[in-house]
């Protein structure tokens, strides 16, 4: 059995026997499983596996949550990449406004640097606000903006993209030349794939993405994942 048909297997056997219990989400967002069942989620803020280093607030379970609209584009684009043996791997989409109000406040701690050798290890803790790694906003608070990447649908293995998620650095630019030729290629495969189906990209960030046209664009929510 592959790593495909097994993450399927496993999200239709919880959805039906109910192992989770889920709050009532504003009007228009939905939990993506519920519209992509086999889909890859690691909410890296519901972890310390992240550059704060440490579970962010606002994230109280596992669960991917977004916009219905950008679910539903999510959807074709994990189907598109099924045909090729690809899926979709999330780290986040909605983010609730505390958790942004929790990278502030860490932030501002320019004594903690707990995990800086892995995630920000040549720019200065208090030039991550200036080089627009940290903000004061997010448009994940607005709930269609989403980190993904791809992976092997037979491992689960994600394809070498040059630089690790959530990397504070050139690295991560989308269009940053000093990588092999692969890596290069595996991202403009994520690009491709994303744009096709009308989420526009963060230029710093390989793995950032906004669905164009989204239904709050101007609204930043603060329920939390749960």
């Given at each position: ?22 709050q ?8 993506v ?51 090729q ?51 004061s906003?997010s ?88």
């Open positions: 059995m592959n790593y495909k048909t097994l993450t399927y297997l496993v999200c239709v056997l919880m959805f039906v026997f109910g192992f989770t219990e889920r009532i989400l504003p009007d228009g967002f939905v939990y499983k519920s519209i992509i069942p086999d889909l890859d989620v690691e909410l890296r803020y519901f972890s310390a596996n992240n550059f704060v280093g440490d579970t962010i607030d606002g994230y109280r379970t596992n669960e991917l949550i977004l916009t219905k609209a950008a679910a539903q584009k999510l959807k074709l684009i994990q189907e598109e990449l099924q045909q043996n690809l899926c979709l791997r999330v780290y986040d989409g909605y983010r609730p406004q505390r958790a942004v109000n929790h990278f502030i406040r860490w932030a501002r701690d320019l004594n903690d640097t707990l995990n800086k050798s892995q995630f920000y290890p040549d720019v200065a803790k208090r030039n991550l606000f200036k080089e627009e790694y940290i903000a906003r448009g994940h608070s607005r709930g269609s903006t989403i980190d993904l990447t791809i992976i092997c649908g037979e491992t689960g293995e994600p394809l070498d993209m040059g630089s690790p998620y959530d990397f504070f650095g050139q690295q991560s630019w989308v269009n940053y030349e000093a990588i092999e030729e692969h890596q290069k290629k595996n991202r403009q495969l994520l690009q491709i794939v994303m744009l096709k189906h009308n989420f526009r990209n963060y230029p710093k960030e390989w793995w950032h993405f906004t669905l164009r046209w989204e239904p709050f664009p101007k609204t930043y929510f603060d329920f939390e994942v749960e």
